[in-house]
């Protein structure tokens, strides 16, 4: 089975930073694209960033030049790192990773339980 860990939620004033990881544990043959999504109250979960295995990155435009999401493939980790934080930038954030748990092509989605990002005006 596989599990995500995801670490480095809080608390944060307007304009200040924070750092999310989030860590993929068990049988993982190969780690294909891992992402972040957010959901806030009242909205839909929805992606803010991802990166394939081959580093390739894509942002959600409202966190473009402010968010950067990195990868530790040996690791089977991924960062985001969110600079320039706003009120709005509140809400739960998940990590997710595609993994592929054997050679024959087996294959699934996983969610980490979520940490919770609130920034203070």
């Known amino acids: 089975q596989v599990k995500l860990v995801e670490s480095g939620g809080g608390l944060v004033q307007a304009g200040e930073s924070l750092r999310l990881s989030c860590t993929a544990y068990?049988?993982?043959?190969?780690?294909?694209?891992m992402g972040w999504y957010r959901e806030a109250p009242g909205r839909n979960r929805h992606l803010v960033a991802s990166?394939?295995?081959?580093?390739?990155?894509n942002y959600d435009d409202s966190v473009k030049d402010r968010f950067l999401i990195s990868r530790d493939n040996a690791r089977n980790t991924v960062h985001l790192q969110m600079s320039g934080l706003k009120v709005e930038d509140s809400a739960v954030y998940y990590c997710n990773a595609d993994i592929s748990l054997n050679m024959w092509g087996d294959r699934g989605d996983y969610w980490g339980q979520g940490t919770q990002v609130t920034v203070s005006s």
């Open positions: 068990g049988a993982i043959y190969l780690n294909n694209a």
């Open positions: 990166i394939t295995a081959g580093g390739a990155t």
